[in-house]
């Protein structure tokens, strides 16, 4: 087991094909909403335009996708472009990585605006991972259901596997087994790492698990009885971590109805929308948070049972809802996510999401609605209504420009909301 050296993680080939990728299939899938494409595994000789059809244009985005998330130096996209077949942009990225390891830089889902890149240091990753290991001691294999190249499954399916020191030969991709074949794999010392839709299939589908499967969830908040339906499943545990691609994990919890303990490296500030981390090294390190906690003035018998030695002291939280951040129309700050919870007023609407304009949509916000009467709602009508009766409460830059509509919001595969484009949907 490694101690404080940050482990080289990239010289493990199927984890360092699984991390890039996660990436180049993420990346084409964001360039080509809607269209078929070749899923992984690839195979090492796989070309990236002849198998996977990506053009000039996308095979820079790929390109400088992988710059940035690996952190090669600079002009490292121009031996990528000069080579197209999936097995060098493998030695290449490993090739920068041996140079430096710093850092890693993820994405953000952007659901509360433009994707942003955000930097961790590798000494703060590797940190988080070592505690992880803390709380999953008796692990034997990790069973991942979630993308490598995003925080939460480079934390866990990449990094943890070294912390725990059982090796990245113990980790194993099932992302594309149902859950009763996912069932009918697991061993007593697995650790499954899912998302609130994959554990809501999970239980759905009602399989027995073998005795001694721990699972995690975490990118979008799990709901109570999704969780103990997966419980039910036999699951011996089901620890949730909250935290976001910009802090990386800041708590965990293992009631599906409890508070959530902060990690031990991180504190409260005077500013509640501000945690301070300590880093090994000594520095404190200030990070803004996405949501609201609600800090817990006294600890419930439950959570007091099942929090480790000195967990008590650290603090107790739970989610209270986004930090909405502002976006600018019309030179205005508006608040995509108040505009949303007025849409929600509407007696027509079920549900809804607000997001400003892609770039070649325009500059104001959009809409995406849930009808209440679903498949049956005239969407024409309902439009033209939304249009008179935001304005009616709203100011204009508040108000969406334009309305989609469909069963159910976009999301991702881990639960979070994500962009639409306007002409796709009615």
């Known amino acids: ?105 993820f994405r953000s889902s952007g659901s509360s605006g433009t994707p942003k890149a955000i930097r961790h240091e590798a000494v703060l990753l590797w940190q988080e991972a070592r505690h992880l290991a803390t709380l999953f001691p008796a692990t034997a294999r990790i069973v991942t259901l979630v993308p490598s190249h995003h925080i939460y499954g480079f934390l866990f399916s990449v990094l943890l596997p070294h912390a725990l020191g059982i090796g990245p030969g113990q980790v194993a991709d099932l992302r594309a087994l149902s859950p009763a074949a996912l069932a009918q794999g697991l061993a007593p010392g697995d650790l499954v790492l899912g998302f609130p839709d994959a554990w809501r299939a999970f239980g759905a589908a009602g399989m027995r698990l073998p005795p001694g499967v721990s699972g995690v969830s975490s990118t979008a908040p799990c709901p109570p009885e999704t969780a103990h339906a997966a419980l039910a499943c036999g699951l011996e545990r089901l620890v949730q971590v909250y935290g976001s691609s910009e802090t990386a994990g800041v708590g965990w919890r293992e009631t599906p109805e409890g508070e959530y303990f902060l990690f031990p490296y991180w504190a409260r500030t005077a500013d509640d929308a501000v945690l301070e981390r300590r880093a090994p090294d000594g520095r404190r390190l200030c990070f803004p948070l996405q949501d609201r ?21 650290q603090g107790l939280f739970r989610p209270a809802g986004r930090i909405d951040h502002a976006v600018q129309v019309g030179g205005m700050n ?93």
């Open 1 to 105: 087991m490694l101690a404080d050296t940050f482990p080289r993680w990239w010289r493990d080939g199927p984890t360092l094909r699984r991390v890039v990728q996660d990436l180049l299939a993420g990346e084409l899938a964001a360039m080509r909403p809607g269209r078929a494409r070749l899923a992984p595994p690839w195979p090492d000789d796989a070309d990236l335009v002849a198998d996977l059809g990506a053009d000039s244009l996308e095979l820079s985005g790929l390109a400088a996708a992988m710059e940035t998330m690996l952190q090669l130096r600079p002009g490292a996209d121009e031996a990528l472009l000069a080579h197209t077949r999936l097995a060098d942009w493998l030695a290449l990225a490993a090739a920068g990585l041996e140079r430096d390891a710093g850092a890693v830089t």
């Open 293 to 313: 906690l609600a800090w817990a003035d006294s600890v419930a018998s439950e959570a007091a049972d099942l929090a480790p030695a000195g967990a008590l002291g």
């Open 334 to 426: 508006v608040f995509p996510a108040y505009v949303a919870d007025v849409l929600r007023l509407h007696p027509q609407v079920l549900e809804a999401s607000v997001r400003l304009m892609r770039q070649d949509e325009g500059h104001r916000l959009k809409a995406f609605v849930v009808p209440r009467d679903g498949a049956s709602a005239d969407t024409g009508r309902l439009r033209a209504e939304l249009h008179a009766w935001m304005g009616e409460r709203l100011t204009a830059p508040e108000c969406p420009a334009a309305y989609s509509f469909g069963p159910a919001l976009p999301r991702q595969a881990s639960g979070k909301l994500t962009d639409w484009i306007i002409d796709a949907w009615a």
